[in-house]
T-cell receptor, first 110, second 114 residues
Framework: GQSLEQPSEVTAVEGAIVQMNCTYQ??????LSWYQQHDGGAPTFLSY????GLEETGRFSSFLSRSDSYGYLLLQELQMKDSASYFC???????????FGGGTRLMVKP | DTEVTQTPKHLVMGMTNKKSLKCEQH?????MYWYKQKAKKPPELMFV???????INESVPSRFSPECPNSSLLNLHLHALQPEDSALYLC?????????????FGPGTRLTVT
């Protein structure tokens, strides 16, 4: 089976940098995805890491360490609109299947 | 067009009713998914269709019956649901193979079972 652990809540100030962690246990690991979901909205894809290292997309970066079964999502220059839930999700050897972590609720304060 | 549409947006049904949720995408994706999401919880995978064939059923009760009439449409037929089935039902689609990590979600149907 799979399990993913994420901190339940993080609070940060507008303009700051925040890191949201994800640790996982899974068999047949293929890669780690990150999704953002605003209250009342649908999850939207942010980033994917299949190999160790950092992937950068604008203000968002995602990091993976396969040897540590660990990844994180880094948000820079935080904006109020970044207040949302952020889920990591593991793609495993079943191919089409994503298993989501419990999510981190990010609150950005002025 | 990178949109997945779902109808209806809201649905209230009794435990003896039969209803259907509908999902449509025109991105040419050949993998389509149904998820169930409770408040403040992550999406839970229910079903996966790959090339219009059911490939994954995550031990979902038979009162939920999926159908994939063609490569653009996905339905979820509901019958004799329980109050604990009240949730947000999300449809998603993706390309096959290595791109299944990038799923496009619809806005969901918020279902209330009375």
């Amino acid at each position: 089976g799979q399990s993913l652990e994420q901190p339940s809540e993080v609070t940060a100030v507008e303009g700051a940098i925040v890191q949201m962690n994800c640790t996982y246990q899974t068999s047949g690991f293929y890669g780690l995805s990150w999704y953002q979901q605003h209250d009342g909205g649908a999850p939207t894809f942010l980033s994917y890491n299949a190999l160790d290292g950092l992937e950068e997309t604008g203000r968002f970066s995602s990091f993976l360490s396969r040897s540590d079964s660990y990844g994180y999502l880094l948000l820079q220059e935080l904006q109020m609109k970044d207040s949302a839930s952020y889920f990591c999700a593991v793609r495993n050897n079943a191919g089409n299947m994503l298993t989501f972590g419990g999510g981190t609720r990010l609150m950005v304060k002025p | 067009d990178t949109e997945v549409t779902q109808t209806p947006k809201h649905l209230v049904m009794g435990m003896t009713n039969k209803k259907s949720l509908k999902c449509e995408q025109h991105m040419g994706h050949r993998a389509m998914y149904w998820y169930k999401q409770k408040a403040k919880k992550p999406p839970e995978l229910m079903f996966v269709y790959s090339y219009e064939k059911l490939s994954i059923n995550e031990s979902v009760p038979s009162r939920f019956s999926p159908e994939c009439p063609n490569s653009s449409l996905l339905n979820l037929h509901l019958h004799a649901l329980q109050p604990e089935d009240s949730a947000l039902y999300l449809c998603a689609s993706s390309q096959q193979g290595d791109r299944t990590y990038e799923q496009y979600f619809g806005p969901g149907t918020r279902l209330t079972v009375t």
